[in-house]
Structures are given as structure tokens and as C-alpha cells.
């Protein structure tokens, strides 16, 4: 008999395995009159010694982002990292947050995230 095996990865966007977030702080401001919100997450992650580049993925449905930065809670680096640039893939349902930077290794990090909920009219 034949085992079969499913991936539960199979068709899946799977995020990097070098930042895992621990907690999460989820602020939202309703606009009741345009039946919208706007949002302020921070999410507090760790980083692995594998973490390189610049940038940040996560997943993302329907969101404007107005703006990304992080701070460093522990670890090697301080000061305020802002992200340069924001981008959006649709398609994978992910937003990459670039830096002018390198992520900073085996680090606790305090992400903040301003965003609003995209109009679909």
C-alpha cells in the first residue's frame, strides 16, 4: 500500500522562518460614515542569526499603508528604522516593508504599522 503525503504548504504564501512575531498590539479607529477604518498595529518579533537584507513581509489583505518602522527592543542596534519603501503584491496577499538598513540579527524588534482598509467602490 502506497502512503500519500499532503504538503499543507502546497499553494500557500509562506512567510521567511527568520522573523517570528511574539505579540501583537492592534489599534483601529472605525469611519462609520464611509464604513471604513484606519489602523495602528505593533507587533513586537524576534530575529534569527539567518535574518539578511532589508526587508520585512508580511501578510496583507486589502490595506493602504501610510507608513512602517521599527525600533530595537534588544539586541545590538538602537534608534528608529523607517521603512523607504512599501510595497504591495497583490496577487500573494503580502506587504514587503524595505529599509535602508540591514534587519538586525537574533534581535527583539518592535514593528509599528499605520494603514487604513482599502475601498472597494
Known amino acids: ?3 500519500t503525503t499532503t504538503d499543507k504548504s502546497a499553494g500557500r504564501v509562506l512567510l521567511p522562518p527568520t522573523i517570528n512575531p511574539t505579540r501583537y498590539d492592534l ?8 464604513y471604513t477604518f484606519s489602523g495602528i498595529t505593533t507587533i ?21 499603508f501610510a507608513s512602517a518602522s521599527f525600533v530595537v527592543k534588544s539586541g545590538s542596534c ?12 497583490l496577487k ?6 524595505v529599509f535602508a538598513n540591514d534587519i538586525p540579527k537574533e534581535a527583539t524588534l518592535v514593528l509599528t504599522i499605520n494603514y487604513q ?5
Not at 27 to 34: E, H, M, R, S, W
Not at 78 to 89: F, L, R, T
Not at 92 to 97: G, L, P, S
Open 1 to 3: 500500500m502506497a502512503s
Open 27 to 34: 489599534n483601529f479607529t472605525p469611519d462609520l460614515t464611509n
Open 44 to 64: 513586537e518579533v524576534t530575529t534569527t542569526n539567518d535574518v539578511s537584507g532589508k526587508e520585512i513581509v508580511m501578510h496583507a489583505k486589502e490595506l493602504c
Open 78 to 89: 538602537e534608534g528608529k528604522e523607517e521603512a523607504v519603501e512599501i510595497n504591495v503584491n
Open 92 to 97: 500573494a496577499t503580502t506587504v514587503t516593508f
Open 117 to 121: 482598509v482599502r475601498r472597494f467602490d
